[in-house]
């Protein structure tokens, strides 16, 4: 069978070994040619192929449902259930989404892009079978890395409490998250995986027993008993913990054999209450320069499958934000030891990797743990540490209590440092960083910063290390920075709260936020072509806001526009209109950002313009709005 032809996972029933390798071998040939020619997540879908297909040939998937956790890793998933036709166009727009999405395929049965919340999903949608008195299979997908969330552990907790619930969770145990696992449960784990499996000895246990005179087919309860305190000494060092924790144990084993994982998937499914399969795995399976770089082929961008080499750009490029900020808070650390970076097991994305590798002692990784590392991180400024903790805008959402309750009331001063706030384009919804000025500004204590320019994060980096006063915040973009030279010394903190005149105007007023402030002088520069001469601001910060340049402006312009890359809805444009109503000054104001709608997978330049971001539209826009005599066809 040619995968093309595979248009419903039911269709693996009854194939041979030998066939379902050959189908193996198909996805991994796709995988590979599709990441290679778009980029995308690598080494995640490569590692689960086999334990993909043993899965879905155990189950019925027009009834028994599969929620799989982050959502990279299930590619596979994509092709066996109907869209290896389409997978050409994985994380373009309008193509297949690089993440789970219910409203996609009926096989999503549950959305993910963020870790650690498959198995809490799974035992609602069990729960709810339960209720209902259906009784179809429900399965958990979760990685190693993502059993590192809090989230995960409370949902462990839970369904261990749950003995007649009949769950199973896979546990896809590769060593990595995006990089190498940290922390207790990573080196437990380790641990099983260079022990036997043990299902094979506790199986045979209860036939012996039964062989034994006088026993026959039945075990007495007390031979339960027995057996059951037996079980218990095999499994000391092999899923010990998951068995007190109220789950049946199966594993390791080997993640890449279909048959142990058929047999094994199959044995499992006849368990009663809760189970959780350990899978070993190895991430990048099958493609030699994933399974040796495995934190380097996590996701690439295009590349050349016989070199593994990332295609140059076509013309030098600015480096981006993410690099620009390690290098400038790696400078500062050296030669202040107070300073401390705080990753939640994105080293590399947020560039703290350069950290980790200079100055160890001076960096932490938490794991998938966002909530512990703001408190973790509050607790290090209580005592005189100076705590910067780098997370994306759309991760530090899952630890927005302990921003509240650790940090804000308590006033202390901890950096937050969020990296891919706005649009971040193929990774699609559940990581745009939309809603991070709208959640932070309405907190007590805290300061909100935002660099127009890779040089301006610089210097509120250091401005961040200096401001000891409180808690404060800064956000930057995913990507490249505009071009501008970078300062190698002589960094001055920023005066918090003061924004700056860019260029002047008596016609309009344009107030930007961050990586908006080279929009807004695009378009200062088209409005001047049709007559239309602008003041541009840059706020710098949006708490506290500059009301002493603002508001005067404002009143002697009378027209006022704002621009930034996030939620309208309480966002930055609110923060000045509420700014000039609470002064009295009631004039026009067009607010430019996103609206009420989320953001879908697509290029970033591409979402710009579906949201009419894009310099000539807020030009045309502003032209039609405020100076509709001065309108003329504004080139796109």
């Given at each position: 069978m040619?995968?093309?032809?595979?248009?419903?996972p039911?269709?693996?029933?009854?194939?041979s070994i030998?066939?379902l390798?050959?189908?193996?071998r198909?996805?991994?040939?796709?995988?590979?040619?599709?990441?290679?020619r778009?980029?995308?997540?690598?080494?995640?879908?490569?590692?689960?192929?086999?334990?993909t297909?043993?899965?879905?040939?155990?189950?019925?998937l027009?009834?028994?449902?599969?929620?799989?956790?982050v959502?990279?890793?299930?590619?596979p998933?994509?092709?066996l259930?109907?869209?290896?036709?389409?997978?050409?166009?994985l994380?373009?727009?309008d193509?297949?989404?690089?993440y789970?999405?219910?409203?996609?395929s009926?096989?999503?049965?549950?959305?993910a892009?963020?870790?650690?919340?498959?198995?809490?999903?799974?035992?609602?949608?069990a729960?709810?079978?339960?209720?209902?008195?259906d009784?179809?299979?429900?399965?958990?997908?979760?990685?190693d890395?993502?059993?590192t969330?809090?989230?995960?552990?409370?949902?462990?907790n839970h369904?261990g409490?749950?003995?007649?619930?009949?769950?199973?969770v896979?546990?896809?145990?590769n060593?990595?998250?995006i990089?190498?696992?940290?922390?207790?449960?990573?080196?437990?784990?380790?641990k099983v995986?260079?022990?036997?499996?043990?299902q094979?000895?506790t199986?045979n246990?209860?036939?012996q027993?039964?062989?034994?005179?006088?026993?026959?087919?039945?075990?007495?309860?007390?031979?339960?008993r027995l057996?059951?305190?037996?079980?218990?000494?095999a499994?000391?060092k092999?899923?010990?913990?998951?068995?007190e924790?109220?789950f049946?144990?199966f594993g390791p084993?080997?993640?890449?054999?279909?048959?142990?994982?058929i047999?094994t998937?199959?044995?499992?499914?006849?368990?009663?209450?809760?189970?959780l399969?350990?899978?070993?795995?190895?991430?990048g399976?099958g493609?030699?320069?994933?399974?040796k770089d495995?934190?380097g082929?996590?996701?690439?961008?295009?590349?050349?499958?016989?070199?593994?080499?990332?295609y140059?750009?076509k013309k030098?490029?600015p480096?981006?934000?993410s690099?620009?900020?390690?290098h400038?808070l790696?400078?500062?650390?050296a030669?202040?030891p107070k300073?401390v970076?705080?990753t939640?097991?994105?080293?590399?994305?947020?560039?703290?990797d350069k950290l980790?590798?200079?100055?160890?002692?001076?960096?932490i990784d938490v794991?998938?743990a966002?909530?512990?590392?703001?408190?973790?991180?509050?607790?290090l400024a209580c005592?005189?540490m100076?705590?910067?903790?780098a997370?994306?805008?759309?991760?530090?959402?899952?630890?927005?209590?302990?921003?509240v309750?650790?940090?804000?009331?308590?006033?202390?001063?901890?950096f937050?440092?969020?990296d891919?706030?706005?649009?971040?384009?193929?990774?699609?919804?559940?990581?745009?960083g939309?809603?991070?000025?709208?959640?932070?500004?309405?907190?007590?204590?805290?300061?909100?910063?935002?660099?127009?320019d890779?040089?301006?994060l610089?210097?509120?980096?250091?401005t961040?290390?200096?401001?000891?006063?409180?808690?404060?915040?800064?956000?930057?973009?995913?990507g490249?920075?505009v071009?501008?030279?970078?300062?190698?010394?002589?960094?001055?903190?920023?005066p918090?709260?003061?924004?700056?005149?860019l260029?002047?105007?008596?016609?309009l007023?344009?107030v930007?936020?961050?990586?908006?402030v080279?929009?807004?002088?695009?378009?200062?520069?088209m409005?001047?072509?049709?007559?239309?001469?602008?003041?541009?601001?840059?706020?710098?910060f949006?708490?506290p806001?500059?009301?002493?340049?603002?508001?005067p402006?404002?009143q002697?312009?009378?027209?006022?526009?704002?621009?930034?890359?996030?939620c309208?809805?309480?966002?930055?444009?609110?923060?000045?209109?509420e700014?000039l109503?609470?002064?009295?000054v009631?004039?026009?104001?067009?607010?430019?950002?996103?609206?009420?709608?989320l953001?879908?997978?697509?290029?970033?330049?591409?979402s710009?313009?579906?949201?009419?971001?894009?310099?000539s539209?807020?030009?045309?826009s502003?032209?039609?709005?405020?100076?509709?005599?001065q309108?003329?066809?504004?080139?796109?």
């Amino acid at each position: 069978m040619h995968l093309s032809e595979l248009t419903h996972p039911n269709q693996l029933h009854g194939l041979s070994i030998r066939q379902l390798e050959n189908i193996a071998r198909q996805v991994r040939e796709k995988h590979l040619e599709t990441i290679a020619r778009s980029g995308g997540h690598l080494g995640p879908g490569l590692g689960v192929v086999e334990l993909t297909i043993a899965l879905y040939q155990t189950l019925d998937l027009d009834r028994d449902k599969v929620v799989w956790d982050v959502g990279h890793q299930a590619y596979p998933h994509k092709m066996l259930t109907g869209r290896y036709n389409d997978f050409h166009t994985l994380r373009q727009k309008d193509g297949i989404a690089g993440y789970l999405k219910r409203c996609e395929s009926k096989f999503d049965h549950f959305g993910a892009g963020h870790a650690s919340t498959s198995i809490s999903a799974a035992l609602g949608m069990a729960l709810a079978r339960d209720m209902q008195g259906d009784d179809y299979k429900v399965v958990a997908v979760i990685g190693d890395g993502a059993l590192t969330g809090g989230m995960a552990l409370e949902a462990i907790n839970h369904a261990g409490h749950l003995p007649h619930t009949n769950l199973m969770v896979v546990l896809n145990d590769n060593e990595m998250s995006i990089s190498p696992n940290v922390g207790a449960i990573s080196r437990y784990l380790n641990k099983v995986r260079l022990s036997p499996p043990m299902q094979f000895l506790t199986d045979n246990l209860e036939e012996q027993f039964k062989h034994l005179p006088f026993l026959g087919n039945t075990l007495s309860p007390d031979m339960e008993r027995l057996k059951d305190s037996m079980k218990r000494l095999a499994v000391s060092k092999v899923g010990a913990v998951i068995e007190e924790l109220g789950f049946k144990y199966f594993g390791p084993i080997d993640g890449h054999n279909l048959e142990e994982l058929i047999t094994t998937f199959q044995q499992a499914h006849q368990m009663h209450g809760p189970v959780l399969v350990h899978v070993a795995t190895v991430k990048g399976k099958g493609y030699e320069l994933a399974e040796k770089d495995q934190v380097g082929y996590h996701a690439q961008s295009p590349f050349d499958l016989a070199t593994g080499k990332a295609y140059p750009p076509k013309k030098p490029t600015p480096p981006s934000y993410s690099k620009v900020f390690a290098h400038t808070l790696t400078t500062l650390a050296a030669n202040n030891p107070k300073i401390v970076g705080i990753t939640a097991a994105m080293a590399t994305g947020t560039g703290l990797d350069k950290l980790q590798a200079k100055l160890p002692k001076q960096y932490i990784d938490v794991g998938i743990a966002e909530q512990h590392a703001v408190t973790l991180a509050a607790g290090l400024a209580c005592e005189g540490m100076r705590p910067v903790v780098a997370i994306y805008s759309t991760f530090l959402q899952r630890a927005y209590d302990q921003v509240v309750h650790d940090v804000c009331i308590q006033n202390l001063p901890v950096f937050f440092c969020l990296d891919r706030a706005g649009i971040v384009g193929a990774d699609g919804p559940t990581h745009q960083g939309m809603y991070d000025i709208a959640y932070m500004r309405c907190l007590p204590n805290l300061v909100m910063m935002a660099p127009k320019d890779e040089a301006e994060l610089q210097q509120m980096l250091v401005t961040g290390i200096e401001y000891t006063d409180g808690p404060v915040a800064m956000r930057y973009p995913r990507g490249n920075g505009v071009g501008v030279p970078l300062m190698e010394d002589g960094w001055e903190p920023l005066p918090i709260g003061k924004g700056e005149i860019l260029r002047n105007g008596d016609d309009l007023l344009l107030v930007a936020y961050g990586s908006m402030v080279n929009t807004s002088m695009q378009v200062a520069e088209m409005l001047s072509e049709h007559g239309v001469e602008a003041t541009v601001i840059n706020a710098r910060f949006v708490k506290p806001l500059d009301t002493e340049l603002i508001v005067p402006l404002a009143q002697q312009i009378g027209k006022v526009a704002t621009l930034e890359e996030g939620c309208l809805m309480g966002g930055f444009g609110s923060a000045v209109v509420e700014a000039l109503q609470d002064h009295d000054v009631m004039v026009p104001v067009k607010r430019f950002g996103v609206p009420d709608q989320l953001v879908d997978h697509a290029k970033p330049n591409e979402s710009f313009a579906d949201l009419g971001l894009t310099g000539s539209q807020i030009t045309e826009s502003l032209l039609k709005g405020f100076f509709s005599k001065q309108l003329s066809t504004v080139s796109r």
